[in-house]
């Protein structure tokens, strides 16, 4: 069951407004979150340093698993969310 929350919200707008709130219920994992954090970019730095894989492949791999886990962690996020996550620069560095 979930905590009764109060929420006392004023404004100066004479308009009425809209308000929506989602509670998720999260799991045990969330306490390990950045551990898990740890461990993939961990992986993803031994997979480029030894070169066992090439270093996009081993990014595609590691947000793969990053994706993984938050979906395990949390509820699954949205493919805006997804891609609001991915950096241009990111991709610029990891290509050179």
Do not use: D, K, W
Request: hydrophobic fraction near 50%.
């Amino acid at each position: 069951m979930l905590p009764l929350i109060r929420i006392n919200v004023s404004t100066n707008s004479p308009h009425a407004i809209g308000m929506e709130f989602h509670s998720i219920q999260l799991n045990g994992l969330v306490h390990y979150q950045v551990l898990l954090g740890v461990i993939i970019l961990s992986l993803v730095y031994v997979l480029i340093i030894f070169e066992l894989v090439h270093r996009t492949l081993a990014a595609l791999i590691g947000s793969f698993l990053g994706l993984t886990a938050l979906s395990v962690i949390q509820e699954r996020p949205s493919y805006l969310e997804v891609n609001s996550l991915s950096h241009t620069h990111t991709h610029v560095i990891i290509n050179i």
